[in-house]
C-alpha cells in the first residue's frame, strides 16, 4: 500500500533562468517512481550525503539526475553531476571531479586542495554515479569534501555504500508491477510505432515483466526486442535473457549496452569468496535464511562462520536483497542475478553438488516441520513451509531428475501432507503426489506414505476413484511389505472415503478399526485426532449428536494440551454442529467463529467453507434469512477452489439443504437468488469478517438486494433446528 505523498517540487523549466550545473537532458520519459523520488527528497534534507545503492541496471542513474532537476533551484551555485564509472585510476578522482565541476586550475597546487577551495563556500549538490569500483578512494574524498565545504551535499548512486558517518542509504528496488509495464509499454511504442496495451496482450506483458525482476534496463533492452519479436516470442526466450538482452541505446552507458555487461560489472567488483558464494546462492529458489546458506553453501574453501560476513558485503553491493519478514530476517537473489550466478556455478563444476546439498537441506526441514505440526508451533510451522514452498519444490525437482532418488521426491511429497492438506493447496499437493508415483520405486514407506496422502487428498477433493486406486494399493503393498503404520493410514483414509460418499456403517468400521491400529502403534498425531473427529462425524450424523460431541469434546482437550489448531477447527465444527442440533445456535456460531478464525490463519479452505455451509444454516435458524443465503453464496465462490461441492454428500449437504429451504421460505425466490450473487462476490477474507460479526446489529446494517416478491416470515430457533425437527432444550 502506498503511503500518502508529499508534493514534489517541479521539475526544472529549460528556458527559466538557473544556476550553473552540468545535469543531462532526459532524453526518454522518466515512468514511476513516486516513492522513491519522495523519500530521497526527504533524505535529502535529512542528510548532507545520501546514497542510493542497488543492483545493476535497477535505475540509480535515473532516478538521482531526476531528483537532482527537481531540487535544483534549491541550490544557488547549482548542482554537478561526476560520472565516475570510466575512472579506473585512483589518482584520476579529483580531476574527475574537477571537470565536472567545470573547475580549470593552472596553479601548481594540489588537484584536491584545488577542489577544496573551490567547494568550501558554495551551496551545490554534488552527485556522484558510477563509483563502485574506487569506493574507498571516493569515500575519502567525499569525507574531507563534506568537512571543508559546510553547505556542500552530496548525492551518490552505485552498488554498494560509501559507509560514511551521517550516510543515510536509500536501498533501490525493481520497479513495482504496474510501473514496469507502464515502462515497458512506453519504451516498446518507440521501437514499435503503435504498440499498446490491450486485454490481448496485457498477461503476457506483465510475465513478462516479472521474469525480468521489474529491472527497468532489462525491461528497456526488452522493449527493444520488439523491432523483430512479438512480446510472447520474448518472452518464450527469456530462458537464455543474457543472449537475448543487448543492443541498448548508443546514448546509454557501456555498462548498460546489454544486460550481461551490467550485471557482470557488479561480478567484477566481487572479491573471490563474494563471487563463489553469488554462484553457490544460485541453488535455491525464492527466499532464503542463514542457516541454510551456512550449511549449502559453506565448505572448505568458504567456512561457515565466514558466510555471514561474505553475505554482508553481497547484501551491501545489491547481490542479495534482505527481507524482514513474520518468520525472521530472510534473503532473495532477483531472478537475473540468480541466473548469472548459476551459469557461474555451471562453470564451476559444482553445481550437482550444490544442489544435493541443498535437497538434503529440504528434506530435513519438512521432516522437522512434520515433527513440529504437532505442537504449540503449528502457525509457525505452516508459514515456515509456505515461505520454502519454492525451495522445496526444487528439492523434489531435483530427486526426480537423479537416477534412483524419486524416493526421496515420493517422501517430501508424503511429508508436505500438513501443506497441502491443513494450508489449502490440495491441487497442488495432487500434482506432485500423482507426479512423484509415476517414477517407478519399490514399496517402501515413502512411497507407502505417497499414497495414502495421495488417497487424502482426492478424499477431500471429492474424487472417489482416485482415492481408491491409492488407498487400495497402499493398503496391498502395506500388507505385503509387513508396515503396520502404512496400513494404519491406508485404512483411516477408506474410512474417510466411505464417510464423504455415505456408507456410514462401513465408515464406522473402518475408522474404528484405524483408531484400534493407531493404539497398537504408540500413534499420537494430528491424523490419528482427524480419525477420531470423522467418527464423531459418522455417529451424529447417524442421530447421535451427544456422543459426537463427547468424542470431540475429548479431542479439544487433546489439542489444547499439545496446542494443536488445525485438528481442533474441525472438532469445532462437529461441536457446532451438535450445538444447532441440541438447540443451540448462538453456541454453534460462537464455534463456528473459532473455527473460521483458525481457518484463516491457515490458510484452509475446505474448513473455511465447511464452517461457511454451517454457519448459514445457524444465520437462517436465527431468523436472518438474507444474510444465510449471502453466506451461501460466498461459499459457492469458494468450492470450485477446493474440489466437488460437499464431497457429493448427502450427509454434508444437509445443512446447505435445509438452509436453503429457510431462506427460500423466508425471502422467496428472486430475493434469495440476489442474496446468493451479492455472497458470491465476496472474497474469503470479506465473507470471514462478516460472519465474524459481533451481532445480530451488525447483520442488520448490511444491504443485500431484494426484490419485492415473496412474502418473508422470520423463524425462530424455537420453531425450527438445523435438522428440520423440533428443538430439544
Known amino acids: 500500500m502506498r503511503r500518502p505523498q508529499r508534493p514534489l517540487p517541479s521539475p526544472r523549466d529549460p528556458s527559466a533562468s538557473a544556476a550553473p550545473g552540468n545535469l543531462p537532458a532526459e532524453l526518454s520519459s522518466f515512468v514511476g517512481r513516486e516513492n522513491e523520488l519522495t523519500d530521497l527528497v526527504r533524505l535529502l534534507d535529512e542528510s548532507r550525503l545520501v546514497t542510493v545503492v542497488g543492483v545493476g541496471g535497477v535505475g540509480k542513474t535515473r532516478c538521482v539526475t531526476r531528483v537532482a532537476a527537481l531540487l535544483e533551484k534549491r541550490y544557488c551555485d547549482g548542482v554537478r553531476v561526476a560520472e565516475l564509472s570510466a575512472v579506473h585510476d585512483p589518482e584520476l578522482l579529483e580531476h574527475?571531479?574537477?571537470?565536472?565541476?567545470?573547475?580549470?586550475?593552472?596553479?601548481?597546487?594540489?588537484?584536491?586542495?584545488?577542489?577544496?577551495?573551490?567547494?568550501?563556500?558554495?551551496?551545490?549538490?554534488?552527485?556522484?554515479?558510477?563509483?563502485?569500483?574506487?569506493?574507498?578512494?571516493?569515500?575519502?574524498?567525499?569525507?574531507?569534501?563534506?568537512?571543508?565545504?559546510?553547505?556542500?551535499?552530496?548525492?551518490?548512486?552505485?552498488?554498494?555504500?560509501?559507509?560514511?558517518?551521517?550516510?543515510?542509504?536509500?536501498?533501490?528496488?525493481?520497479?513495482?508491477?504496474?510501473?514496469?509495464?507502464?515502462?515497458?509499454?512506453?519504451?516498446?511504442a518507440a521501437v514499435r510505432p503503435g504498440f499498446r496495451l490491450t486485454d490481448r496482450n496485457r498477461a503476457v506483458t506483465r510475465e513478462l515483466c516479472r521474469r525480468l525482476d521489474g529491472i527497468p534496463l532489462a525491461l528497456e533492452l526488452a522493449a527493444g526486442r520488439l523491432r523483430a519479436l512479438s512480446t510472447e516470442q520474448v518472452l518464450q526466450r527469456l530462458d537464455d535473457r543474457f543472449r537475448l538482452l543487448t543492443g541498448s541505446s548508443r546514448s546509454a552507458p557501456a555498462r548498460h549496452q546489454t544486460l550481461r555487461t551490467a550485471i557482470g560489472w557488479s561480478h567484477e567488483l566481487c572479491a573471490p569468496e563474494q563471487r563463489l558464494l553469488w554462484a553457490r546462492l544460485s541453488v535455491f529458489a525464492g527466499q532464503f535464511d542463514l542457516e541454510s546458506v551456512e550449511y549449502i553453501c559453506g565448505g572448505a574453501d568458504l567456512p561457515a562462520e565466514s558466510v555471514l560476513d561474505v553475505l554482508s558485503a553481497l547484501l551491501a553491493q545489491s547481490v542479495v536483497l534482505r527481507e524482514d519478514t513474520e518468520q525472521g530476517t530472510r534473503y532473495r537473489m532477483l531472478d537475473t542475478m540468480r541466473e548469472y550466478g548459476a551459469?557461474?556455478?555451471?562453470?564451476?563444476?559444482?553445481?550437482?553438488?550444490?544442489?544435493?546439498?541443498?535437497?538434503?537441506?529440504?528434506?530435513?526441514?519438512?521432516?522437522?516441520?512434520?515433527?513440529?505440526?504437532?505442537?504449540?508451533?503449528?502457525?509457525?510451522v505452516a508459514a515456515r513451509a509456505e515461505s520454502e514452498l519454492p525451495n522445496l519444490r526444487q528439492a523434489m525437482e531435483y530427486s526426480l531428475e537423479s537416477s534412483g532418488e524419486a524416493h526421496l521426491a515420493q517422501y517430501l511429497a508424503g511429508t508436505l501432507w500438513f501443506l497441502w492438506v491443513g494450508c489449502g493447496r490440495l491441487a497442488e499437493g495432487r500434482h506432485w503426489l500423482d507426479h512423484v508415483l509415476e517414477e517407478g520405486a519399490a514399496y517402501d514407506s515413502s512411497r507407502l506414505k505417497a499414497l495414502w496422502v495421495l488417497g487424502q487428498v482426492a478424499v477431500l477433493q471429492g474424487d472417489p476413484v482416485g482415492?481408491?486406486?491409492?488407498?487400495?494399493?497402499?493398503?496391498?503393498?502395506?500388507?505385503?511389505?509387513?508396515?503396520?503404520?502404512?496400513?494404519?493410514?491406508?485404512?483411516?483414509?477408506?474410512?474417510?472415503?466411505?464417510?464423504?460418499?455415505?456408507d456410514l456403517a462401513r465408515a464406522r468400521r473402518l475408522l474404528d478399526d484405524a483408531l484400534g491400529r493407531y493404539r497398537d502403534l504408540g500413534e499420537l498425531n494430528s491424523n490419528v485426532l482427524m480419525a477420531r473427529i470423522e467418527l464423531a462425524t459418522v455417529i451424529g450424523f447417524q442421530g447421535d449428536p451427544d456422543t459426537a460431541a463427547e468424542i470431540c469434546q475429548e479431542v479439544r482437550e487433546v489439542c489444547e494440551d499439545h496446542g494443536?489448531?488445525?485438528?481442533?477447527?474441525?472438532?469445532?465444527?462437529?461441536?457446532?454442529?451438535?450445538?444447532?442440533?441440541?438447540?443451540?445456535?448462538?453456541?454453534?456460531?460462537?464455534?463456528?467463529?473459532?473455527?473460521?478464525?483458525?481457518?484463516?490463519?491457515?490458510?484452509?479452505?475446505?474448513?473455511?467453507?465447511?464452517?461457511?455451509?454451517?454457519?448459514?444454516?445457524?444465520?437462517?435458524?436465527?431468523?436472518?434469512?438474507?444474510?444465510?443465503?449471502?453466506?451461501?453464496?460466498?461459499?459457492?465462490?469458494?468450492?470450485?477452489?477446493?474440489?466437488?461441492?460437499?464431497?457429493?454428500?448427502?450427509?454434508?449437504?444437509?445443512?446447505?439443504?435445509?438452509?436453503?429451504?429457510?431462506?427460500?421460505?423466508?425471502?422467496?425466490?428472486?430475493?434469495?437468488?440476489?442474496?446468493?450473487?451479492?455472497?458470491?462476490?465476496?472474497?474469503?477474507?470479506?465473507?470471514?469478517?462478516?460472519?465474524?460479526?459481533?451481532?445480530?446489529?451488525?447483520?442488520?446494517?448490511?444491504?443485500?438486494?431484494?426484490?419485492?416478491?415473496?412474502?418473508?416470515?422470520?423463524?425462530?430457533?424455537?420453531?425450527?433446528?438445523?435438522?428440520?425437527?423440533?428443538?430439544?432444550s
Open 343 to 380: 551459469e557461474w556455478l555451471a562453470a564451476t563444476g559444482d553445481a550437482d553438488r550444490l544442489r544435493r546439498r541443498h535437497r538434503d537441506w529440504y528434506v530435513g526441514l519438512a521432516t522437522w516441520c512434520e515433527l513440529d505440526w504437532f505442537g504449540p508451533r503449528q502457525a509457525e
Open 96 to 188: 574527475a571531479l574537477a571537470d565536472a565541476l567545470g573547475l580549470t586550475d593552472h596553479t601548481g597546487r594540489p588537484p584536491r586542495t584545488a577542489l577544496l577551495d573551490h567547494l568550501a563556500p558554495r551551496r551545490m549538490l554534488l552527485v556522484i554515479d558510477g563509483f563502485e569500483h574506487l569506493v574507498d578512494d571516493c569515500a575519502g574524498l567525499v569525507r574531507e569534501l563534506l568537512r571543508r565545504a559546510p553547505w556542500l551535499r552530496v548525492l551518490a548512486a552505485g552498488r554498494l555504500p560509501l559507509e560514511l558517518d551521517g550516510e543515510l542509504v536509500l536501498p533501490l528496488p525493481p520497479m513495482t508491477d504496474e510501473d514496469a509495464i507502464r515502462l515497458f509499454a512506453e519504451r516498446a
Open 467 to 502: 482415492a481408491i486406486s491409492a488407498l487400495q494399493e497402499c493398503r496391498d503393498e502395506a500388507e505385503r511389505a509387513g508396515d503396520p503404520t502404512a496400513l494404519a493410514y491406508a485404512v483411516h483414509r477408506m474410512g474417510g472415503l466411505a464417510l464423504v460418499t455415505d
Open 564 to 728: 494443536e489448531q488445525w485438528a481442533l477447527s474441525y472438532a469445532l465444527y462437529v461441536l457446532a454442529s451438535a450445538a444447532l442440533q441440541r438447540g443451540r445456535p448462538d453456541r454453534a456460531r460462537e464455534l463456528l467463529g473459532k473455527c473460521l478464525a483458525i481457518g484463516r490463519a491457515f490458510h484452509d479452505l475446505l474448513g473455511s467453507v465447511l464452517a461457511l455451509e454451517l454457519l448459514a444454516l445457524v444465520t437462517a435458524v436465527q431468523g436472518d434469512a438474507a444474510e444465510a443465503a449471502v453466506l451461501q453464496g460466498a461459499a459457492d465462490r469458494i468450492w470450485p477452489s477446493v474440489g466437488l461441492p460437499l464431497f457429493g454428500s448427502a450427509h454434508y449437504g444437509q445443512p446447505r439443504f435445509r438452509c436453503e429451504q429457510l431462506a427460500r421460505r423466508e425471502l422467496g425466490d428472486g430475493p434469495y437468488e440476489a442474496a446468493l450473487r451479492a455472497g458470491g462476490l465476496l472474497d474469503l477474507d470479506a465473507v470471514v469478517a462478516r460472519a465474524l460479526a459481533d451481532g445480530p446489529a451488525d447483520r442488520a446494517q448490511r444491504s443485500v438486494p431484494r426484490s419485492g416478491a415473496g412474502k418473508r416470515r422470520r423463524p425462530t430457533a424455537s420453531r425450527t433446528s438445523g435438522r428440520g425437527g423440533p428443538e430439544r
